[in-house]
């Protein structure tokens, strides 16, 4: 017996589209910089709305990561158990090199094309991206530390293995950064974990932890960053899951943490306990060497958010589409189409912005690495800030375009919802981002040059872009805190710059109108009536029948 009505103006599921066929901003991006990665970003790209991809990603939310303190025989176990889910698509990822290409291709282009990788992969599911970008981060301190090969030659690999044996045992690894301690995430300096030497002190020395870090997500990683006192101040240490004598280290895991979001990454609160580390770098230094690694993790949040906003938003198109109201499609309806438009301009602004600021990565040893060099130094502060501000407004927003089937949890955006503020508090705060872009603009004025130099080459014949610059030349040169006002202002500034030359005039005309012009409300969907939203809309389509 029928017990419901047919689906009628229900919408299927957004499947089995290619997450890069449409996406012109990141596939000519791939073409014009990383032409020999259009194989493999394409490989995940069809991955991204494969069905079982979906599932395994809803699955691996819905059987939550379990502590196991100890063993059937009450022996301290420190484990975790992870649903098969995860296990899945922690080797998918890993398998497609979403942590390392970068450091593996050898090809020009190669964080860029990495960076694509993760913006398809944070579309996929942002719990496993936290291990691939910690992994991303970590490759080049790894190799620069002799002690520590083993790990470095491991997380290259493209491949997991999820089995808690000594590294040596292993044919790949992961690592994690364990930083946070109770007192405080932002402040590193404050830490209390204390490390005493086994016998020498020095670079890549053993020592000896003992203290506590409040936050250590994916605690199953086969190696932790963490920061520890020393009697020189901070140090950066590298602790093994297992000492080289081949038994388990001291590291005691307590509790795991019962989060808003990102649930199927296992974030856990943990203690050291005589726990073996080598020291990375000098004592007295760890904060600094341990930020080191944090341009790379940045990029990963500001693309990863990116991402983000590009799967909420290919749903929210997907099915405005295909939903009718009133008589016509909800795409066609002049008030959601500009609500719609709103938001492709937003991920656009932010998938260009990342881009930009990977390539950065990609021109260091060019002829421009110095400029590319001081670019990165302010792009990627205003890039981490300003993306991962803006992520879970559009969620947000993609969840009303869709309506109340987007609130219901068979739907994939409640678990984007749940993940959009994240990537803002880790990895440095926005106030965090604001400071540092203070401490540049006072300790090294002329840096910032590079920056305003990116916007005046496309400014010549965009009124509001010249209007635009100039405010910001004279903001810059005045001595005042930088505060979420100017860092916005750069932000919005560069978007509209790296729009007008790479994206429609469509877009770009109506990105400057509202975000530079200010004819704009603070809401999304409140364009201009000149805005050419039918434009817009064709450029954020993927290609879907
Ligand atoms: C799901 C999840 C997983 C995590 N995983 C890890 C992990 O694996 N490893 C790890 O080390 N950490 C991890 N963290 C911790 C994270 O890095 C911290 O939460 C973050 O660094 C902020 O630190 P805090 O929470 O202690 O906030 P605080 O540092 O106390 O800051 C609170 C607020 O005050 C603001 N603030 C602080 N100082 C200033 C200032 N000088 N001026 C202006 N504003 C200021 C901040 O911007 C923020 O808004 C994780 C967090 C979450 C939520």
Redesign the pocket.
């Known amino acids: 017996m029928t017990t419901t009505l047919p689906p009628g103006n229900l919408v299927p599921d957004l499947t089995d589209v290619d997450a890069l066929a449409g996406d012109a901003l990141v596939a000519d991006a791939v073409a014009a910089h990383a032409p020999w990665s259009a194989d493999r970003v394409g490989a995940l790209g069809r991955e991204v709305w494969a069905p079982e991809t979906i599932a395994t990603a809803r699955d691996a939310h819905r059987f939550l990561p379990e502590l196991r303190t100890h063993d059937r025989l009450g022996n301290r176990s420190d484990t975790v158990d992870f649903h098969p889910a995860y296990h899945r698509l922690m080797a998918q990822g890993f398998g497609h090199g979403v942590h390392a290409l970068s450091w593996t291709a050898g090809e020009p282009g190669s964080h860029l094309a990495r960076a694509v990788l993760s913006y398809l992969w944070n579309q996929i599911d942002g719990a496993t991206a936290c291990p691939t970008g910690m992994a991303y981060a970590a490759i080049p301190t790894l190799r620069e530390t002799p002690e520590l090969a083993d790990f470095a030659r491991l997380t290259a690999v493209h491949g997991y293995d999820p089995s808690f044996r000594p590294v040596g045992e292993k044919t790949a690894a992961t690592i ?5 301690e109770k007192q ?4 590193l300096r404050a830490n209390v974990t204390t490390a005493a030497p086994v016998a020498q002190r020095g670079a890549g020395q053993p020592y000896l932890l003992n203290g506590h ?1 409040w ?4 605690p199953m990683s086969d190696g932790f960053f963490t920061v520890a006192r020393t009697e020189a101040g901070p140090g950066c240490f590298f602790v093994p899951r297992w000492r080289p004598d081949g038994t388990v280290n001291g590291i005691v895991l307590n509790r795991l ?1 019962d ?1 808003l979001g ?1 649930r199927a990454n296992a ?1 856990s609160e943990i203690e050291y306990h005589d726990a073996w580390a080598v020291l990375v770098g000098e004592e007295g230094r760890g904060v600094r060497t341990i930020l080191t690694s944090s341009d790379y993790t940045r990029l990963d949040f500001a693309i990863g958010s990116a991402g983000l906003m590009r799967a909420a938003l290919s749903q929210a198109l997907f099915y405005a589409d295909r939903r009718s109201a009133f008589g016509a499609r909800l795409s066609a309806l002049p008030v959601q189409a500009a609500v719609l438009a709103d938001l492709v301009l937003e991920w656009a602004g932010a998938t260009v912005l990342a881009l930009r600021l990977a390539r950065t990565l990609d021109l260091q040893n060019s002829h421009n690495a110095v400029e590319e060099r001081l670019l990165g130094r302010i792009l990627t502060p205003v890039a981490k800030y300003w993306n991962c501000k803006r992520a879970p407004l559009v969620v947000e927003e993609a969840i009303e375009c869709v309506g109340g089937n987007a609130y219901i949890e068979e739907h994939p955006l409640p678990r984007y919802y749940r993940e959009a503020p ?1 990537n803002a ?3 440095g ?4 981002m604001v ?1 540092d872009i203070e401490r540049v603009l006072a300790r090294e004025p002329k840096a910032v040059e590079p920056f305003l130099d990116e916007i005046r080459d496309v400014a010549a014949g965009e009124p509001r872009l010249i209007a635009a610059l100039a405010d910001l030349e004279t903001s810059v040169t005045v001595r005042a805190p930088v505060g979420r006002r100017l860092t916005t202002q750069l932000a919005l500034a560069m978007q509209a710059a790296l729009l007008v030359r790479h994206a429609p005039a469509a877009v770009a005309d109506a990105f400057c109108a509202t975000r530079l012009e200010g004819d704009w409300l603070p809401t999304f969907g409140t364009l201009p009536p000149g805005a050419d939203a039918a434009g817009i809309l064709a450029f954020g389509r993927l290609d879907w029948a």
């Open positions: 994690g950064y364990a930083m946070t405080g995430g932002s402040d870090k936050f250590c997500s994916a943490k989060k990102n974030s994240l508090i880790w990895e705060t926005a106030n965090m400071l």
